[in-house]
């Protein structure tokens, strides 16, 4: 039942229809059932969360409980939990077991929120499929042979599973809205600042996001409030008020303009995907929106801004990584330089020495100017599309990825078609702007995403559209097709 | 070759940028090496040895000479940005609107050394234990 989500859930908890241990144990039974098959899950944390739903029946019983009290949540192994291995999916960290807990996740239990287990994905969120796991990729519960998209796959996937009733999620290129598109289920990556980053671990500072993954866009409502606002340990966090975002839930779409960026529809979108949103925005425009033509002219330059500045940023993030702080070693190196070279080379997969390796070459010295600094201009070039797209309408809508999710396999042996698998929703993480993923349909029987972006810090209206389309339809209850017989 | 058929990577090459206006093809602005420099050179063997050595990544022969080749395609394609005239345009390094965030001096509650260090392979009465540098000094 917890692919009815968290709104529904509450209700049958506030009822007493249902217990916070009953739930949590049919989140423990499908994980045990089905995650042989998908491996979303790098581990579970059972007996935390038997206690922590014995604290959430508690306290429903008292009339105390948050907000997400009982409802059995995932997190991504990027979020620190205490006391709890995290791993970032990578061998650098295996056995490392933090010392605290990320702001957000701890808003979540301190909201009565259930942690049942930590989500495979792709090593320290680097990727579009979660195959870069160092612990093995992931499936799509709509086709076992396909991915689940990433970095956040494995939360996708399990929210997707009805392994638990939501997740969460981290975006640097579109972690959370691809896998979301890509697995069937709402994702929604906040303003930058919007959510603190304590606990994260870090890939890309000036692009990491916090968010979530859910069934039902009211349900991203209810996390986004309770994690959302400004925290004292990270200094990027925004100490602006939060916004009631379920006030915006029920507004609707009529007198909203949308813009359809005219760059997010050309050569290179699967057929089916073009179909599907544009029918979604035809419905829309039905419905009472006002859909006008906007551009985004610098858009195909994203995916290149973002593989100088990501990898940059990750390069100088991942030098903690020397084998003296934390995670894997090599004690029996002769100096501590040999030392780093077969900690960084045994412990970091393919993909996270690629990004190693273009992120310090393009902050050596000599190409610094030519790679990073140009590449901070054109993140400018992008923000400034935003901010003039935002001048004639209040929200843009369009795909989420071009294609549906692909074979497991399909872009292993070619690192450029894997990141141009992000170019619709990198533009966002470069200005800092919020969006989101609902899904709108099936092609040939996978899943489609439709993407709402809006102005920093209006995420209730990014919300409020999502929220309208999604009432149109009844995809979340759809059962993922490889799943149905199990 | 009908256009539906060319890979997305492909389509989105820079080789194939240069050559047509294919799928997601930048409409460059500038003439290209708006700030003097060229983008996109193949990157050799010693240059990844070297690059390799700045990041403490220990690499073997062979994925020195993938790398070579691979990193070559990616740097190709990020060279896309050379087309665009960015003289005028101020660098962004973050999207947030805080600037300068600063905190009272004030002592609050922390981990402690010994849980701080906890984590760490080696360590010592709250301290990493590491190798001695000496050697590498010369």
């Known amino acids: 039942m917890l692919e009815q989500g968290i709104v529904r859930l509450r209700e049958a908890l506030t009822r007493r229809e249902v217990s916070a241990r009953e739930l949590t144990e049919e989140s423990l039974r499908r994980i045990d059932d089905l995650d042989g098959k998908l491996h979303a899950f790098l581990r579970t944390t ?35 939990l205490q006391d709890v291995e995290t791993t970032a999916s990578s061998k650098i960290l295996q056995g490392f077991v933090p010392p605290y807990t990320a702001t957000t996740v701890q808003r979540a239990l301190d909201n009565g929120a259930v942690p049942v287990g930590k989500t495979a994905c792709d090593e320290f969120a680097m990727g579009s499929s979660t195959e870069n796991s160092a612990f093995g990729p992931v499936s799509n519960p709509w086709d076992l042979g396909r991915v689940p998209g990433g970095s956040s796959g ?13 997740a969460f999620g981290t975006d640097t290129g579109g972690s959370i809205r691809q896998p ?35 069934r039902t866009v009211a349900d991203a409502a209810e996390v986004l409030q309770v994690i959302a606002g400004h925290d004292a340990l990270d200094s990027t966090s925004s100490p602006r008020a939060v916004d009631n975002y379920r006030e915006s839930l029920d507004v609707g779409i009529s007198g909203l303009r949308l813009g359809v960026p005219r760059e997010y529809f050309i050569e290179g979108i699967e057929k089916g995907v073009e179909t599907a949103v544009r029918g979604a925005i035809s419905e829309l425009q039905e419905a009472g929106a006002e859909v006008v033509d906007v551009s985004l002219p610098h858009t195909a330059y994203g995916v290149a801004i973002y593989y100088i500045i990501a ?6 993030n991942l030098a903690r990584y020397d084998g003296v702080r934390f995670g894997r070693s090599a004690p029996d190196a002769r100096s501590v330089v040999e030392q780093y070279l077969r900690v960084r080379a045994e412990g970091f997969g393919p993909e996270v020495r690629r990004r190693i390796m273009i992120g310090t070459y393009a902050l050596s010295s000599g190409y610094y100017d030519a790679y990073y600094v140009k590449a901070q201009k054109a993140r400018t070039l992008v923000k400034q599309d935003f901010e003039n797209a935002f001048r004639s309408c209040d929200l843009l809508v369009c795909p989420t990825s071009p294609t549906v999710a692909f074979p497991l396999g399909a872009k292993t042996q070619d690192p450029l078609a894997m990141y141009l698998n992000d170019v619709f929703t990198i533009p966002a993480d ?55 017989a199990a | 070759m009908r256009p539906e058929s060319i890979p997305i990577a492909q389509r989105l090459s820079p080789s194939r940028v ?45 994925e020195m000479e993938a790398y070579s080749d691979e990193l070559s395609k990616i740097l190709d394609y ?61």
């Not at chain 2, 294919?22 to 063997?45: E, H, I, N, R, V």
């Not at chain 2, 509650?109 to 000094?137: C, I, N, T, W």
């Open chain 1, 46 to 80: 059972p007996e935390l969360a038997l206690r922590t739903a014995g604290a959430a029946d508690a306290s429903l019983a008292a009339g105390t409980a948050g907000p997400l009290a009982g409802i059995p949540m995932a997190i991504k192994d990027v979020l620190c």
């Open chain 1, 154 to 166: 494995g939360s996708a996937a399990a929210v997707a599973a009805g392994q638990v009733a939501w």
């Open chain 1, 180 to 214: 979301a598109a890509l697995s069937g289920v709402v994702g929604l990556k906040p303003t930058y600042g919007r959510t603190s980053r304590y606990g994260l671990i870090a890939f890309a500072s000036s692009l990491d996001h916090v968010g979530c993954l859910t």
């Open chain 1, 311 to 316: 990898p940059a940023e990750a390069s100088s």
């Open chain 1, 430 to 484: 470069l200005a800092g702007i919020p969006a989101i993923s609902v899904p709108c349909g099936l092609s040939d029987g996978l899943p489609v995403g439709l993407q709402f972006m809006g102005p920093s810090w209006r995420e209730d209206v990014v919300l409020r559209a999502a929220a309208a389309y999604e009432s149109m339809h009844d995809w979340m209850t759809e059962t993922p097709r490889a799943l149905a």
């Open chain 2, 18 to 62: 240069r050559s047509t206006k294919g799928a997601f093809s930048p409409q460059g602005s500038g003439g290209g090496g708006a700030d003097g420099t060229f983008l996109g050179m193949k990157l050799a063997a010693d240059q990844v040895r070297y690059v390799a050595q700045l990041a403490r990544l220990g690499l073997s022969d062979a």
């Open chain 2, 78 to 138: 990020v060279g896309q940005l050379s087309q665009l005239n960015t003289d005028a345009i101020p660098p962004t390094a973050q999207v947030g609107d805080l600037h300068d965030v600063m905190r009272d001096d004030v002592v609050g509650p922390s981990l402690g050394a010994e849980v701080a260090v906890a984590g760490a392979p080696d360590r010592d009465d709250g301290y990493f234990r590491v190798k001695a540098m000496q050697d590498e000094m010369a």
